[in-house]
């Protein structure tokens, strides 16, 4: 195309832009690296590029051509859909602050085949959405016929297409990392619920990235590496009861942009954090340290001196580079991260609910056996009958098995389980259900078993 300078500009989660790589003729200063606030390309502005995703400006000096609308016409004449409409008087002065006479911008788009239209069922990776820009610029008018500009449209959507395959690449690595810790986590839950989550590994830790972990779990604090105090993670429970009491959890990068109190207490080493409510009074935490991070903003907005007159929108005049570090605010949670804790937040409810119902079932038996009277073979019998009763009616799998190591109690719910009917199962050595490579563990538990 011949441009002095082409960039391609990044949009950040925050809508803020980078230049994330760029080409110029020699003697230019460069804005690889710099960073621009997202009113420097507004809301309004980012929709049109949606829509119409090449945008020429021949010359930001010349002079505008009026339009003129008949009067007949039902609806007022729009623009926006045109290349070559004249821009706002804004960004031709932003244009020439920096130093520049014509652009050439073309719309990076990406989930574009996903949706014919918005859609909120779809996650914020899935939407469609201006992924960024790329950008040309000239120091002098410079007009690029339509041939051209069609092409470069075309290399532009092809760019966009390989940009979406790699971000769909990236979210399919992290998700299927997440789902093997989730499947481990699981495991351990089935053995040592919940306290294996954070007793053994792997625990919650590696689920997400962070610095430490805490599991409250019957008013006791289970902690992994770099944690709160017991009385700042009492004042961060209240915090949420009071605050985020309708909500089952919640993720920020910054505890003290959240309106925690005591968010200056805490400092850089725990300024972000993901919770989750598990019971009323249960709740499973994830922290990260500061993220120490400094950006290079391409230009304050106002330099010292300059003033607004109030009449009209005033572009920046400076692009010289400053440096911003950014404080008190950790790596943001990404939407995959989020969806393994909230996927992991039911699995623990599950998994409490459980054994609730196997504690209550338990003390049920309990108190049921210390209201009989075992007086002689009668009040004996009896006990047998309501144990084989409660075995029978039990809402968990069921089976006994003798000194001789044959099956000898099998009821309904193991029956559904295994398949095996109760007919089937009895008088079958308890060896025979055993996979042959666990066969010898379990017979030397089943061993020790019988000798008390």
């Known amino acids: 195309t011949g441009y002095d300078r082409v960039m391609i500009y990044k949009f950040h989660e925050d809508d803020h832009g980078e230049v994330f790589t760029e080409i110029t003729k020699p003697g230019l200063e460069p804005y690889v690296g710099l960073h621009y606030p997202a009113t420097d390309i507004p809301q309004a502005a980012r929709f049109l590029f949606m ?70 069922s779809l996650g914020p990776d899935k939407k469609k959405r201006l992924w960024g820009l790329v950008v040309c610029h000239n120091t002098c008018p410079r007009f690029i016929p339509f041939p051209l500009r069609y092409a470069c449209e075309f290399l532009v959507q092809v760019f966009a297409i390989h940009v979406n395959k790699e971000l769909e690449l990236e979210n399919q690595m992290f998700e299927k990392n997440i789902l093997r810790t989730q499947t481990l986590l699981c495991d351990l839950l089935l053995r040592d619920a919940p306290l294996g989550i954070v007793s053994q590994s792997p625990n919650v830790m590696d689920l997400v990235k962070c610095d430490g972990a805490v599991l409250l779990h019957k008013r006791t604090k289970y902690r992994i590496g770099l944690t709160p105090t017991d009385f700042q993670i009492r004042d961060i429970v209240s915090w949420l009861d009071e605050y985020h009491r309708d909500s089952t959890g919640l993720s920020t990068d910054s505890l003290y942009d959240a309106g925690f109190p005591g968010a200056l207490a805490l400092g850089h080493p725990l300024c972000g954090m993901a919770a989750v409510k598990i019971t009323d009074e249960d709740w499973l935490f994830w922290f990260r340290s500061h993220a120490a991070a400094e950006i290079r903003w391409g230009g304050a907005k106002h330099e010292l001196g300059e003033k607004d007159d109030g009449r009209k929108m005033h572009p920046r005049s400076s692009f010289r580079a400053f440096l911003e570090v950014v404080k008190m605010r950790s790596l943001p949670w990404k939407d995959y991260e989020m969806d393994g804790i909230h996927s992991l937040q039911l699995i623990l409810r599950n998994a409490y609910k459980e054994s609730e119902e196997k504690d209550l079932e338990s003390k049920e038996i309990h108190a049921r056996l210390n209201e009989l009277q075992i007086d002689g073979v009668k009040e004996i019998e009896a006990v047998t009958s309501e144990m084989v009763r409660l075995i029978e009616t039990a809402t968990v799998p069921i089976f006994a098995v003798g000194v001789d190591g044959l099956v000898n109690g099998w009821n309904t719910k193991i029956s559904d389980l295994t398949g095996l009917s109760v007919d089937e199962a009895i008088s079958m050595h308890f060896l025979a259900l055993v996979e042959d490579s666990s066969a010898d563990t379990v017979s030397k538990m089943l061993e020790l078993a019988l000798q008390g």
Do not use: F
């Open 51 to 120: 829509k119409n995703k090449v945008r020429m400006i021949c010359d930001c000096r010349a002079n505008h051509v009026r339009v003129v609308q008949d009067d007949n016409l039902p609806y007022d004449l729009t623009l926006c859909g045109s290349t070559l409409r004249a821009p706002h008087g804004c960004h031709l002065q932003y244009m020439e602050n920096m130093n520049s006479i014509a652009s050439l911008v073309m719309s990076v788009v990406v989930n574009e085949a996903d949706e014919d239209g918005p859609d909120s």
